[in-house]
Nanobody, 118 residues
Framework: QLQLVESGGGSVHSGGSLKLSCVAS????????IAWFRQAPEKEREAVSCLGVGADSTHYADSVKGRFTISRDNAKNTIYLEMNDLKPEDTGDYYCKGLDGATQTAYWGQGTRVTVSS
């Protein structure tokens, strides 16, 4: 069973950068689709970016295009989300998700908090 642990959140000012990591254990990450979601206070969880099993299949929410980059390192069993030019509206809890395409089973991490002040 896939287990995910996020890290790298923190507090930054507008225009700052953070790089989130999500380390997987229990299974090899290479066979899973991966994604980052976020949830702002009192708002629904929303998808930020996703990456298919093939590294050439990436998608970004319009609000983060050009600023965020999703990547995976299968050798380290780790997912990354590099976030640049952060804005206060990027504030929230960020979660990584792994999706087993064969069973459609989703696995979630516990989240890491990002706070961006103006």
């Amino acid at each position: 069973q896939l287990q995910l642990v996020e890290s790298g959140g923190g507090s930054v000012h507008s225009g700052g950068s953070l790089k989130l990591s999500c380390v997987a254990s229990g299974s090899a990450l290479g066979g899973y689709g991966i994604a980052w979601f976020r949830q702002a206070p009192e708002k629904e969880r929303e998808a930020v970016s996703c990456l298919g099993v093939g590294a050439d299949s990436t998608h970004y929410a319009d609000s983060v295009k050009g600023r965020f980059t999703i990547s995976r390192d299968n050798a380290k069993n780790t997912i990354y989300l590099e976030m640049n030019d952060l804005k206060p509206e990027d504030t929230g809890d960020y979660y990584c998700k792994g999706l087993d395409g064969a069973t459609q089973t989703a696995y979630w991490g516990q989240g890491t908090r990002v706070t961006v002040s103006s």
